[in-house]
Every structure is written in C-alpha cells, then in structure tokens.
C-alpha cells in the first residue's frame, strides 16, 4: 500500500524532505502547494507530484493522504487545521506550535477529525537512537546518571528571514533546543525541573540557551543551543557502568559505549554504525526518511498517532519550553 504525500509550502526543509521522500518505498509524493503558483511549479519539477498555487487546492486534492507541513512555527496550527478539516492525515515540522495550548489545540482538532497527527521529530524515529533508548532502558548499560547534548549552528540571514523574525517564531530553543530536549526526554524520562539562561537579540529572541535539567532517578542533564555559534552536536551519557558517546545526537551515525567495570577502557560496544543499526534497516536520507516510514507504517495500521513520538510527548516538550521561554523572559508577538 503506497502512501500519497502532499508537502504544503515550498523552502529549504520541503526540499530536503523531498529528496529523503524519493528514498522510501511504498511513499509517493503526489502534489505540492505553495502561496505562490511558480514556486510550487519549480518544486513539482523537480521533485515530482501536481503543484497548486495555494493551500487550499492542496488539501483539496483527493489523491493527498497525508500532509507535511513546511511552514515557520507561527503558521503551523492554522496550517493544520486546514490539513485536518480537509479530512488529511498530518505530519507537522518540529516544533508542533509555538506554545504547549496551540498544541493541546491541534492534538484536539486532530481527535475532532479523527486523523492521524505526528509531530516530525526524526530524532525520535531513527534507528540508532531507537536501539540506545531501548539498550538503555534494558539496564545493560547501567543506570544514567548525567547527560550532555548541545546543538548549535551560525545563523547568517536578514531580519526578514524566518530564524531571525520574532513574528514566525524564532527561537534558538524551539528551532535547535527542541532537539536536545526531547534526546534527554528519551533516554531519561520527562523532566522534573528546568532551570535555563538565555542571551536575547535586541528583537527579543533567544539566540543562546543553556539548561540545567532534573530527572527521574536523580539523573542531572545540561543541554545547550545556539544560533550564534558551531557546537559539536555531540550528546554523551554517564552511567554507573561506562560512558555513552553519540556524534551527532538528533542524527547519530555511531554511537559507542565505553565500560569501565573491568577498569579497560577499550571494552567497548558500538550501538550504531553507518551502514545499518539493525539488520534490515538501513539508514535512509538525511533523517527524514525514518520518519516518513514511521508515518507508513501508522497509517497502515490504522493508528491516530506514533508511539515513537505520541502527543503526550510532543506536549510534555512543548511544555518544558514554555517554561523555559518564561524563565529567559522571551515571548512572541502572538
């Protein structure tokens, strides 16, 4: 059973979703939209699928199953829920909202038209980190006692653009934190308590965000993100049996395991590696291809929503951030 993709808005992410789409079997990209007609016939031409010169004709398209959503943060909901009341399945670029009640609200409209609703957190779905979690939780690594994630990279754009303009959202914290976050969520539960700094653009943005975490069974964490500056992307872990390296967290292709229990240093597990975690699936694309086949899979099985990344964990990040968003003093026009 194909599954048929529809990509509303035409930027840099819908692009790079295009392409990693092409790479999934049984996943067909059948129409695109834009605001603007020859943005979305310049799209179609090279990705594929019908173009549409506006939203509304998108979600209109009989042959549209599934919808995702490629718009700023601030356009997300009303996006949604024109996906919905359409009667289409959605899979909404991270982070769902700007806040935890927008979300709570398209989680709701998502019920109301009973529609399958996923926020594109590929973290959550890539396989390497879906073996660390599990080995994780099994215990035979130990017991987590500290975790580190930081995601960071140099913004260069107008004041007009996206990442920089307070009125869609911008926000080292919902475009890069988010990321961290939800790693931390999933090694170690949801958090207990937040304490975060913030360094705010004279627009009042958050262009850095460091935060000091607690969570269940008295594990600490320190995540960090930034707009201005070229972190490692690297996440480790400490436990009372070794240490967990991860090279690039929200997109890992290796990740070790270092024992100390027998004081060798060299005793050493590889968790993931670039050619396959587990046999028989590959890594695909550039991180949203697992995701694309997480959404496949749903609706084959009829679900409304991922286990891998379920509506009470996008809402538990979303409420972390608002949290954070009130400790740094950042707000949105909105």
Not at 220 to 241: H, N, V
């Amino acid at each position: 059973m194909t599954t048929r993709w529809g990509i509303l808005a035409t930027g840099r992410i819908a692009h790079t979703f295009a392409r990693d789409l092409a790479l999934v079997p049984g996943a067909e990209l059948v129409a695109v939209g834009s605001r603007r007609p020859e943005s979305a016939r310049a799209f179609a031409a090279e990705h594929g699928g019908t173009a549409y010169g506006s939203y509304e004709e998108l979600v209109a398209d009989p042959a549209v199953e599934v919808v995702y959503i490629a718009t700023p943060h601030a356009l997300h909901l009303d996006n949604a829920r024109l996906c919905l009341e359409a009667g289409k399945h959605v899979l909404c670029e991270k982070p769902l909202t700007l806040t935890v009640a927008e979300a709570e609200e398209m989680v709701r409209l998502a019920g109301v038209h009973d529609r399958f609703l996923m926020e594109a957190m590929w973290t959550a779905c890539h396989p390497a980190v879906i073996a660390l979690r599990e080995r994780l939780a099994s215990g035979e690594l130990g017991t987590p006692r500290q975790l580190h994630a930081e995601l960071g990279f140099r913004v260069d754009a107008p004041p007009a653009d996206r990442m920089l303009d307070p009125g869609l959202g911008a926000s080292a914290l919902l475009d890069m934190g988010v990321y961290p976050l939800t790693f931390a969520h999933l090694m170690l539960g949801e958090a207990l308590s937040l304490a975060a700094t913030a360094e705010l653009s004279d627009r009042g943005i958050d262009l850095d965000v460091a935060i000091a975490g607690r969570y269940p069974g008295g594990a600490l964490a320190t995540l960090s993100a930034s707009m201005t500056s070229w972190s490692s992307r690297r996440a480790g872990i400490a436990t009372d049996l070794g240490r967990i390296d991860v090279d690039d967290f929200h997109h890992p292709s290796r990740i070790v395991f270092t024992s100390y229990t027998t004081g060798d240093t060299n005793d050493t597990v590889v968790i993931g590696d670039p050619e396959a975690i587990e046999p028989g699936q590959p890594l695909l694309g550039r991180g949203y291809a697992h995701e694309i086949v997480e959404v496949g899979r749903c609706l084959k099985a009829g679900l409304r929503e991922s286990p891998l990344v379920p509506h009470a964990q996008t809402l538990a990040i979303m409420r972390q951030m608002d949290e954070v968003r009130a400790q740094v003093g950042v707000s949105f026009p909105a």
